[in-house]
């Protein structure tokens, strides 16, 4: 299985994964989030179901304003195969973790329903 490393959660929204710089995670760290997205479309054009760059673009939509949109990927990365995720602090956490809590994070997106 594939490990990553992963920076902490951040202002309430999952940060960027940090694999390579393919993964969006420079230009997500400096706030350049028009880079990121372009980055990061060209990569899921490759690699469509890496759940680290779901992940990372719904960061990106998450913190330019585009809930539903982070919320749809972030569903995703939780429909997808998991791959660990290395935090900073050294604990290791499944991509499906840190998805949900992305999600959890965006609250107000879900409609109640009966």
Do not use: C, W
């Amino acid at each position: 299985m594939r490990t990553l490393l992963f920076l902490g959660l951040a202002a309430g929204l999952a940060a960027p994964a940090l694999a390579s710089d393919r993964t969006g995670y420079q230009a997500i760290a400096t706030g350049d989030y028009q880079k990121a997205e372009e980055e990061l479309l060209v990569e899921r054009r490759i690699f469509p179901r890496r759940p680290e760059l779901m992940i990372n673009l719904a960061a990106v939509y998450a913190r330019t304003g585009r809930k539903a949109e982070a919320a749809a990927l972030y569903r995703n990365a939780l429909n997808s195969v998991a791959v660990d995720m290395a935090l900073p602090d050294g604990n290791v956490s499944s991509s499906h973790i840190v998805a949900q809590r992305g999600l959890d994070s965006l609250g107000g997106t879900e409609i109640a329903g009966r």
